[in-house]
């Protein structure tokens, strides 16, 4: 029997001799490891149809071993004989968690793993990597553990997921203000945190989610370059190292780090795709028609890949012009909130009246992970997401439509096609996801999908921020060349250079430049601490559009008064839900209301939330070092201006309360409770859990507190 005529021929009216013949090519394809996955696949695919073998149980339950998908041994079947029994055992990763079974690659690389092998893991999105994270944790070797992951929403999420298993017998820090307090100690961070703290030593065990990010695509991946200089620092405290992510080929670089490990390629998969291609063009409606087509083809749950935030809210608009609806969350107290909190006409509003989810990265972190969880918990069915998605949140999706095949502008490539493909279906919930790709699928180039650690290759064209950012120790004589003769025609030196690796050392030298000649011209533009006026704010946003060319420009603030009016109005609001509610005031006549919100959120977020920060921080570091070399004294400090855009205008800590999910809007309230005054973030967590029932809060903001901790 041929592999598609099986997987097609899984019906209802299949005779006793095709399902053990069935049955039986599964169990020849997993006896040949150049067909095992085929093998494994058809077996999910028997799982999938499990009441049609009723006949065949026990050739079903040993074709499931041979597959290796021992979960499914242990929760899909009763009445297992002891030899089937004592196989769970040998899976089963330790005494304390008797409930949990491995699958045979999840037993390979924690084994690996436990005898204190370096591993890097490449597997696809199903195989319940963090389960292996949990597992090691659970053993008790690793007291303390150090996991970097992509996003701050990742942060989150593992947080939630490790602290309901770990919180009695670890300490769990996520934020830059925690310090180490207990020896047993999980850190969960971004590469920008793990650069800002100082106390990453002696690591018993380095974690790397989605590893694949070291990739440096361009000059102006400055997250890659930092994820780089984070790897190396930590490479070099740790004893053991974990590196997780998607289907690569090879790992480049990594041996010249001067550490050995174990590299475990593997397509081991826990569902079953079925990937429909459609092919339809990006113009026109073909592809919202048969958008729409599928939609009222289903009610399962369902997440729509769109390519930008733009594109996910002119889809989220054309489905509610079609009536294009899932059941009604008209009543809703979370529909009713964000009306409130910004405007009715919000799309995000709006498509959440009729069931439909938006998650892209520029909306606030509570709102977005409301929205999974409302997903998750199948209160909505449709989600329209951009990549936020697909860089490691959980969601449970029975199909994906991959409605554009782009990231921003460019294609994206077959790797990250497969990606976004294994968001659908869930191991546990769904044994079969369906891949609707209505567009043409990137081709598989012959090329080889391969992940550079650029620290390690240092080749002429690795960034030079990325140079000075690595330690000195892991630098080769070329690079050490490179950053000599860029040094001898530089205004600034190597201290500046390594404090601010966001940066290429080319654009701080510009900005350096151009401050020598205001610091001899008029220095009293650059000389203020405090509440900046008017002119000196447009001055400094002059060097902020140098350094953040392309964030500004993202948000079509050309002038510098532009920019500087913007953050003076930010700075004078009384709050930072003030802020907000003025600017939509102020456009609530606007055409597009809904356009106006989403802009002033991504100036929140993406501007005034990290970028320009960052950037005054830079500019700072320059002054000083400037005035410093040519004997000159200097009075200013910036310190109030990010303090108040990074805090969101709250108390030292407080607005760390946003990553956890709870709403600036209900940490404001918070945070004026005269009887709490602590600012020490495990404090301040401390208090909200114990007291959230007492404090002045309607029902729906309690959720928001009893959802986070």
């Known amino acids: 029997m041929e592999l598609e005529f099986a997987k097609n021929s899984l019906a209802d ?36 149809k499990k009441h049609l073998f009723k006949n065949h149980i026990s050739l079903l339950k040993l074709v499931i071993r041979k597959s290796g998908l021992y979960p499914y041994l242990n929760s899909e079947f009763d009445n297992l004989s002891l030899h089937e029994k004592l196989a769970l055992d040998v899976f089963r990763p330790n005494k304390e968690t008797p409930g949990f079974v491995f699958h045979s690659l999840q037993k390979l690389v924690y084994g690996l793993l436990i005898k204190r092998k370096n591993v890097v893991l490449s597997a ?18 690793f007291k303390k553990i150090v996991l970097i992951v992509p996003t701050i929403a990742l942060i989150d999420e593992t947080r939630k997921r490790i602290r309901k298993k770990f919180d009695d017998s670890y300490q769990i820090i996520t934020h830059s203000s925690q310090n180490q307090k207990n020896e047993a100690c999980i850190f969960i961070l971004t590469q920008e945190r793990v650069l800002e703290r100082s106390d990453l030593e002696n690591i018993d065990i380095f974690i790397l989610d989605e590893f694949y990010k070291l990739n440096i695509e361009s000059d102006e991946d400055n997250r890659a370059v ?63 028609n048969k958008t729409i087509e599928i939609l009222n083809n289903t009610d399962e749950p369902t997440l729509i890949y769109c390519q930008s935030p733009s594109s996910a809210i002119r889809l989220s608009n054309d489905l509610l012009s079609n009536h294009c609806k899932t059941p009604s969350l008209l009543e809703n107290d979370f529909v009713a909130w964000l009306a409130d909190n910004y405007h009715e006409e919000w799309i995000v509003v709006k498509a959440l009246k009729f069931g439909i989810g938006i998650h892209h990265g520029s909306l606030p972190r509570a709102i977005q992970q409301k929205i999974i969880r409302m997903f998750n918990d199948k209160e909505i069915k449709l989600l329209i997401c951009t990549s936020t998605i697909i860089e490691g949140v959980n969601t449970s999706a029975k199909n994906v439509i ?153 948000l079509h603030l050309s002038e510098n008064s532009e920019l500087a009016t913007l953050i003076m109005q930010y700075l004078l609001s009384d709050s930072h839900s003030d802020f907000i509610k003025k600017k939509i005031d102020h456009y609530k006549y606007a055409d597009d209301i809904s356009s106006t919100i989403d802009w002033i959120l991504k100036v929140l977020r993406n501007l005034f939330g990290h970028n320009i920060p960052s950037a005054i921080k830079a500019i700072a570091d320059i002054i000083e070092f400037i005035c410093k070399k040519n004997e000159l004294k200097y009075n200013f400090d910036y310190g109030l201006i990010c303090y108040k855009l990074e805090n969101y205008h709250l108390p030292n800590n407080y607005s760390a309360l946003d990553e956890f999910g709870i709403p600036i809007q209900v940490v404001e309230k918070i945070s ?12 301040i967590l401390a208090f909200i859990k114990s007291s959230a029932n007492h404090l002045p809060l309607t029902s729906l903001e309690r959720s928001f507190i009893d959802d986070s901790l």
């Open 402 to 554: 991959i409605y554009d095949r782009r990231s921003n502008t460019s294609l994206v490539s077959n790797f990250t096609h497969k990606n976004i493909q294994g968001r659908a279906g869930r191991m546990g919930r769904y044994f079969i996801g369906n891949v609707h790709c209505l567009e043409e699928i990137p081709s598989n180039s012959s090329t080889t999908n391969e992940v550079n650690v650029a620290a390690g290759t240092q080749g002429i064209d690795v960034p030079l921020n990325l140079l000075y950012g690595v330690e000195k120790s892991f630098l080769s004589e070329g690079s050490l060349s490179r950053m000599s003769n860029f040094e001898v025609r530089s205004h600034l030196d190597f201290e500046v250079f390594s404090k601010n690796p966001k940066y290429s050392p080319q654009i701080l030298e510009d900005v350096a430049f151009k401050l020598r000649e205001k610091l001899l011209d008029d220095w009293k533009e650059i000389m203020w601490t405090g509440i900046p006026t008017k002119q000196q704010l447009s001055c400094l946003c002059g060097y902020i559009k140098i350094l953040e060319k392309n964030s500004v420009a993202r």
């Open 13 to 48: 009216n299949l005779s006793e001799d095709d399902k053990f013949n069935i049955l039986n090519l599964s169990l020849c394809l997993l006896r040949n490891p150049i067909h095992e996955n085929d093998g494994r696949e058809l077996a999910i695919r028997i799982l999938d």
């Open 672 to 683: 004026h409770i005269s009887i709490f005054t602590t600012e020490d973030l495990d404090d």
């Open 226 to 288: 930092l994820l780089n200089i984070a790897f190396t620092r930590l490479i070099s405290r740790c004893k053991q190292f974990y590196l997780i992510g998607p289907n690569i080929d090879a790992i480049v670089g990594l041996k010249n780090l001067n550490r050995s490990y174990v590299f475990i390629p593997s397509e081991f998969s826990t569902v079953a795709l079925n990937i429909l291609e459609y092919n339809l063009p990006t113009h026109g409606d073909l592809r919202l």
């Open 124 to 141: 696809n999105t199903s195989v319940g990597k963090s389960t292996i994270i949990d597992s090691l944790i659970h053993s008790g070797l």
